[in-house]
């Protein structure tokens, strides 16, 4: 409605914009017993979409008061990545996710572990580096065929950032991981032979 309009609009914002500055950093979520969770646990720089994508105009509202969004939900698939990587080049913030325990919403972890989810947060890592790390954990390592197949994954991961001396970095993670040599991945990105798939 004219009065209330989800794609602009975060639940607590009103309530967290001091402790977004202070920090320099906001948390996202997905729903309004999340930012609860986050607040008890001891966090209260926590803000919520509640029943939208995370748009644009959130972003843009957000950078007024953090450079760094800390995405307290799981980001995937690639039109998420696409995104993801336009905001942080047109908005210039940093963008990174919590590695929250699999099944588990910060709302739950907030009354069975709280000092797990603080720590999910201070050891968020950056929207790339969560990506590339999911698809080296998915895959076999233990095989030649298995780490060729995780490094194609990954690879196909990486070449959707757009900064090449970033993707260039994370070449040389999978390269350490998966044993196979970066001048070698390098030329397979290079030549578009990564495998892309959603992760």
């Known amino acids: 409605?004219?009065?209330?309009?989800?794609?602009?609009?975060?639940?607590?914002?009103?309530?967290?914009?001091?402790?977004?500055?202070?920090a320099d950093e906001v948390i996202i979520c997905e729903g309004y017993t999340d930012v609860i969770g986050f607040a008890t646990a001891g966090v209260p720089?926590?803000?919520?979409?509640?029943g939208t994508s995370l748009t644009e105009d959130h972003i843009?509202?957000?950078?007024?008061?953090?450079n760094r969004l800390v995405l307290a939900f799981d980001p995937a698939g690639q039109a998420a990545a696409d995104r993801v990587y336009e905001w942080e080049?047109?908005?210039?913030?940093?963008?990174?996710?919590?590695?929250?325990p699999a099944g588990q919403d910060p709302g739950d972890l907030a009354r069975t572990?709280?000092?797990r989810l603080r720590a999910a947060v201070e050891g968020a890592i950056p929207f790339l580096g969560f990506r590339v790390e999911r698809a080296l954990?998915?895959?076999?390592?233990?095989?030649?065929?298995?780490?060729?197949?995780?490094?194609?994954?990954?690879?196909?991961?990486?070449?959707?950032?757009?900064?090449?001396l970033v993707r260039d970095q994370y070449v040389i993670a999978v390269?350490?991981?998966t044993r196979i040599g970066v001048d070698q991945l390098r030329a397979t990105l290079r030549g578009g032979g990564a495998r892309r798939v959603p992760v």
């Open 1 to 22: 409605t004219k009065l209330y309009n989800k794609s602009k609009v975060l639940y607590a914002l009103n309530w967290a914009k001091d402790d977004l500055v202070r």
């Open 45 to 50: 720089r926590a803000v919520a979409t509640c």
């Open 60 to 66: 843009r509202l957000l950078k007024r008061f953090a």
């Open 89 to 100: 080049r047109k908005v210039e913030l940093e963008v990174a996710v919590a590695a929250l």
């Open 113 to 115: 572990d709280p000092e």
């Open 137 to 164: 954990a998915a895959g076999n390592l233990s095989t030649p065929e298995g780490r060729a197949r995780t490094a194609e994954t990954a690879l196909g991961v990486i070449a959707e950032h757009p900064d090449e």
């Open 175 to 177: 390269s350490d991981r």
